[in-house]
């Protein structure tokens, strides 16, 4: 009988150990966070938790960007160990920035076969962790992620910049080129083979004498070659003819986010030359620039949005007038039919198909909607009143350890030991300050706007159908953009992929988990901008 107890009360302590340390730039390799320096710390906490690393992973990986390979090559070596494993890493942010790797941990998690400890905040997630624990790790991923966004402002701040002082971002268009200057600053210049080509496709169309088709063959007859990379060599497509002739960057100004702005670049067309081509096109009914608005006559739902799945060009929404007066958008490949056989579709096809796959699986009775909303509030109350215990709770840290530094000097003062050593403890405790003091930040409080954004992100996905029906043809298009991506037109269907959070929302058939959904995900429901 006791021998059958004591199998009961067997230990199941965690004994060997995954080290991961991280870094995604340059910058980091240099300074506090580099690969050194986290295996240092790792490396000593093992061995005061009696812990064996059975294998390293010491990555170059943005947590951000790529499907993060190594990541993943570490948690299948964790999947396939015998018995459970710790995966050891300095911060939650050097494991995570997204709340998109936490499936696959909190898999392992709760299957036993890991456990997670984080040195920083002190933090050891396992199958039986409180709920506080496993929230409190959701909360660092969550302010993770806003630190990158915060990166994000600061490079839309610095593009900004430089548009305001005409400077183009990014690859110059076809004509120009870019170089680097003598102190080194980027700049650009006119490409001298391309550019007279350009002004010659522009003065020929201005005749009213072509179309987009006649000039694409004058433009290959003349050798305008494209500049990328994958398509070295080969001639430019009939949508990139028809991107040149509308581009007002050829007389002087560049458009930032629909909007017109003078650049400081040599023009290569007269703005009136210019003028001359865009009438033209609006008298043949064929303009579909809308950042040009003196010149947009159609708007299009499926504008810039979806490419060939054969040959990857840019498919390019047509309006047709039939003879009974009704107007029809066809879906065309700017291809020849020599490069591609991808057919013209009626756009309708297209919704039709949206319609099925999408709008109906997201949308939601408003009686469910309105429960939604409550518990949603209630969700996002009980979290910013958690942040306000974090908060305090890391306060009360460093208070204690600003406290213990005064006593260490108060006993070098009597002697008690040397002053080295009184400098050694010091730096650490200032060390343990300053991290507190940085984790701090991350606890803001969850304000009434944070609130209604994941609220209305919601609200418009439960009701997609009618808001979709009720738009216009730009806003439909904006709508589009916020729920799909990667669109590729195969044939008479539409192939895409769901944006964040809604491929979250679209999968769950229970209206009850929806609320868990967008607390699980609320990063992502954060960066919608409607």
């Known amino acids: 009988m006791r021998k059958k107890y004591q199998k009961v009360i067997k230990s199941d302590k965690c004994t060997q150990a995954i080290v991961f340390a991280r870094v995604s730039s340059k910058r980091q390799k240099?300074?506090?966070?580099?690969?050194?320096?986290?295996?240092?710390?790792?490396?000593?906490?093992?061995?005061?938790?009696?812990?064996?690393?059975?294998?390293?992973?010491?990555?170059?990986?943005?947590?951000?960007?790529?499907?993060?390979?190594?990541?993943?090559?570490?948690?299948?070596?964790?999947?396939?160990?015998?018995?459970?494993?710790?995966?050891?890493?300095?911060?939650?942010?050097?494991?995570?920035?997204?709340?998109?790797?936490?499936?696959?941990?909190?898999?392992?998690?709760?299957?036993?076969?890991?456990?997670?400890?984080?040195l920083k905040e002190g933090l050891i997630i396992h199958k039986d962790s409180k709920s506080t624990d496993l929230t409190f790790w959701n909360m660092h991923v969550l302010f993770a992620n806003a630190q990158i966004n915060n990166m994000i402002d600061k490079v839309k701040d610095s593009l900004n910049k430089n548009w305001a002082e005409g400077k183009w971002q990014g690859r110059a268009p076809?004509?120009?080129?870019?170089?680097?200057?003598?102190?080194?600053?980027?700049?650009?210049?006119?490409?001298?083979?391309?550019?007279?080509?350009?002004?010659?496709?522009?003065?020929?169309?201005?005749?009213?004498?072509?179309?987009?088709?006649?000039?694409?063959?004058?433009?290959?007859?003349?050798?305008?070659?494209?500049?990328?990379?994958?398509?070295?060599?080969?001639?430019?497509?009939?949508?990139t003819v028809y991107e040149i002739l509308t581009n007002p960057f050829y007389y002087g100004e560049m458009c930032i986010k629909g909007n017109l702005m003078p650049h400081i670049y040599e023009p290569l067309v007269s703005k009136e030359l210019f003028n001359?081509?865009?009438?033209?096109?609006?008298?043949?009914?064929?303009?579909?620039?809308?950042?040009?608005?003196?010149?947009?006559?159609?708007?299009?739902?499926?504008?810039?949005?979806?490419?060939?799945?054969?040959?990857?060009?840019?498919?390019?929404?047509?309006?047709?007038?039939?003879?009974?007066?009704?107007?029809?958008?066809?879906?065309?490949?700017?291809?020849?039919?020599?490069?591609?056989?991808?057919?013209i579709v009626n756009e309708n096809e297209i919704i039709r198909q949206l319609k099925q796959e999408v709008f109906a699986k997201l949308s939601l009775p408003s009686s469910v909607q309105e429960a939604l909303k409550e518990q949603l509030l209630k969700q996002l109350n009980d979290i910013s009143q958690l942040n306000t215990i974090f908060k305090s709770r890391i306060t009360r840290e460093i208070n204690d350890l600003q406290i213990q530094g005064k006593n260490l000097f108060d006993f070098c003062l009597k002697?008690?030991?040397?002053?080295?050593?009184?400098?050694?403890?010091?730096?650490?405790?200032?060390?343990?300050?300053?991290?507190?003091?940085?984790?701090?930040?991350?606890?803001?409080?969850?304000?009434?706007?944070?609130?209604?954004?994941?609220?209305?992100?919601?609200?418009?996905?439960?009701?997609?159908?009618?808001i979709f029906d009720k738009a216009t043809s730009d806003k439909k298009n904006q709508l589009l953009r916020l729920l799909i991506t990667d669109c590729k037109l195969n044939g008479k269907r539409l192939e895409y992929r769901l944006k964040a959070p809604f491929d979250k929302l679209i999968t769950c058939t229970d209206s009850q988990k929806l609320s868990q959904i967008t607390m699980d995900n609320l990063d992502e429901f954060e960066k919608v901008t409607m």
Not at 278 to 303: A, C, D, L, S
Not at 321 to 331: A, S, T, W
């Open 30 to 118: 240099e300074e506090g966070v580099s690969l050194n320096v986290q295996m240092e710390a790792i490396t000593k906490y093992c061995q005061e938790k009696g812990l064996k690393i059975i294998k390293d992973f010491s990555i170059d990986e943005s947590s951000t960007r790529g499907d993060r390979k190594q990541y993943h090559e570490m948690l299948d070596f964790a999947q396939s160990c015998i018995g459970r494993v710790a995966i050891v890493v300095n911060y939650v942010d050097r494991l995570q920035r997204s709340s998109d790797d936490s499936y696959l941990i909190n898999k392992l998690r709760k299957d036993g076969k890991i456990e997670v400890h984080f």
């Open 174 to 239: 076809l004509g120009y080129l870019n170089q680097r200057n003598e102190d080194n600053k980027a700049i650009i210049v006119v490409d001298s083979v391309r550019a007279p080509i350009i002004k010659r496709l522009y003065m020929e169309f201005a005749t009213g004498l072509h179309t987009v088709t006649s000039i694409w063959h004058l433009a290959k007859e003349l050798g305008l070659y494209s500049k990328a990379k994958n398509r070295k060599n080969c001639f430019v497509t009939r949508n």
């Open 276 to 343: 001359s081509v865009q009438n033209i096109f609006v008298k043949n009914g064929g303009h579909n620039r809308t950042n040009i608005k003196e010149f947009t006559k159609t708007t299009y739902i499926f504008r810039k949005l979806i490419h060939c799945k054969s040959c990857g060009c840019l498919i390019t929404p047509e309006k047709k007038i039939k003879k009974n007066g009704k107007e029809y958008v066809y879906l065309r490949c700017g291809h020849s039919a020599k490069i591609c056989n991808q057919g």
């Open 415 to 466: 002697g008690n030991f040397p002053y080295s050593f009184y400098e050694s403890k010091k730096a650490e405790i200032d060390n343990q300050i300053k991290e507190l003091e940085k984790s701090l930040e991350k606890y803001k409080t969850i304000d009434n706007d944070m609130k209604q954004n994941v609220v209305n992100v919601v609200s418009m996905a439960a009701n997609i159908s009618d």
